[in-house]
């Protein structure tokens, strides 16, 4: 560029900055629409503008900001892997024939992890172990209600299933098939 041009550009852009703002106008039509312009025209009335085009811009690399985020850096946070327990057998609502009594109970946990496996038969804690198999014994005869809770290292509860029901069916002794 040569510097003709150069100072041609300085004043163009001077003579940009110096101009004062223009008035704009409104004006409704009858039928209804809204034309702007910077010519008055019958009832136009003029359009405040200056409370729109205000900016403010935050400071970016300030070096205020700088040292702050040095002294303070921001604490990543691991996701939290969200556990499901779910109760592979006995099934929902599953009648079991069993005339000692004995019930297993499978449970299984996605994703894996290490842990601890809790069952809970009819309201009431039974056993706490890191296997997810329960083997019960002398069960009673009717409904029951089980879940199974996943427990970290320090017993918090991580995930549990959802409760549900099975039966249990024995033999008597009354009913004589004849």
């Given at each position: 560029?040569s510097?003709?041009?150069?100072?041609?550009?300085?004043c163009?852009?001077?003579?940009?900055?110096?101009?004062?703002?223009?008035?704009?106008?409104?004006?409704?039509?009858?039928d209804?629409?809204?034309?702007?312009?910077?010519?008055?025209?019958?009832?136009?009335?003029?359009?405040?503008?200056?409370?729109?085009?205000?900016?403010?811009?935050?400071?970016?690399?300030?070096?205020?900001?700088?040292?702050?985020?040095?002294?303070n850096?921001?604490?990543?946070?691991?996701?939290?892997?969200e556990?499901?327990?779910?109760?592979?057998?006995p099934?929902?609502?599953?009648?079991?024939?069993?005339?000692?009594?004995?019930?297993?109970?499978?449970?299984?946990?996605?994703?894996?992890?290490?842990?601890?496996?809790?069952?809970?038969?009819?309201?009431?804690?039974?056993?706490?172990?890191?296997?997810?198999?329960?083997q019960?014994?002398?069960?009673?005869?009717?409904?029951?209600?089980?879940?199974?809770?996943?427990?970290?290292?320090?017993?918090?509860?991580?995930?549990?299933?959802?409760?549900?029901?099975?039966y249990l069916?024995?033999?008597?002794?009354?009913?004589?098939?004849?």
């Open positions: 560029m510097k003709s041009q150069v100072f041609y550009i300085f163009l852009v001077l003579f940009c900055i110096s101009v004062p703002a223009q008035v704009v106008y409104k004006t409704v039509k009858a209804g629409s809204v034309v702007y312009s910077d010519v008055v025209s019958d009832g136009a009335v003029p359009v405040n503008l200056s409370a729109m085009n205000t900016v403010v811009m935050p400071a970016l690399n300030s070096a205020s900001s700088q040292t702050t985020s040095r002294n850096p921001v604490q990543k946070s691991k996701p939290q892997v556990y499901v327990v779910s109760i592979r057998s099934m929902a609502e599953q009648t079991l024939r069993d005339n000692s009594g004995a019930v297993t109970i499978n449970a299984e946990v996605l994703p894996k992890k290490s842990g601890k496996f809790q069952l809970v038969f009819d309201n009431q804690i039974v056993k706490t172990q890191s296997k997810s198999q329960f019960l014994e002398s069960v009673n005869r009717g409904a029951h209600i089980i879940q199974v809770n996943f427990l970290d290292n320090s017993g918090k509860i991580l995930a549990s299933s959802k409760p549900q029901t099975f069916q024995k033999a008597s002794a009354l009913i004589h098939a004849n």
